[in-house]
């Protein structure tokens, strides 16, 4: 089964491609969202966009990390990308989809927020995982957590 794990950012989204049978990491790319298009275009593009890439890689399942409930400083752009991505993801042929926060992404990898903490600080990989990409930002560590936790 393939799975998607996304991170959505006020300005793009990173997207992690994982395939749960050989328990590797297939493809980390970023979704760029063109700031020349008005609100609704970029959301049209984003929608078409992930909607291509299920496609593309015949993904089976998919998750989302979103905004912690407490976050100080909620980004109405991110908040957007993230319920353009849900909606995306019901009108599509995937099997099931999750949204998630790190407890409940914690919860489905069954490790602690604690690990989960370490593996987003460069500290720590999960096991049995190949393919982790060397130095990259918390916010692709976390699109590889989510879309692992997709596949479970």
């Given amino acids: 089964m393939r799975s998607l794990g996304i991170r959505a950012e006020p300005k793009k989204a990173t997207f992690v491609i994982y395939d749960d049978e050989t328990k590797h990491i297939l493809n980390v790319e970023s979704l760029i969202i063109p700031q020349i298009l008005n609100k609704p275009e970029q959301l049209k593009f984003a929608r078409h966009n992930i909607l291509d890439i299920l496609r593309d890689y015949q993904v089976d399942a998919a998750g989302i990390r979103v905004a912690e409930g407490n976050a100080q400083n909620q980004d109405a752009d991110r908040l957007y990308l ?37 593996i987003v600080k460069c ?21 590889i957590l989510v879309a692992i936790g997709a596949a479970k």
């Fill in 82 to 118: 993230e319920a353009v991505f849900m909606e995306s993801f019901a009108s599509s042929s995937i099997k099931n989809y999750f949204v998630g926060r790190k407890t409940s992404i914690s919860a489905r990898l069954g490790i602690t927020s604690a690990q989960f903490n370490s």
């Fill in 123 to 143: 500290e720590t990989e999960l096991e049995g995982v190949e393919g982790w990409p060397a130095g990259r930002a918390q916010t692709v560590r976390e699109a």
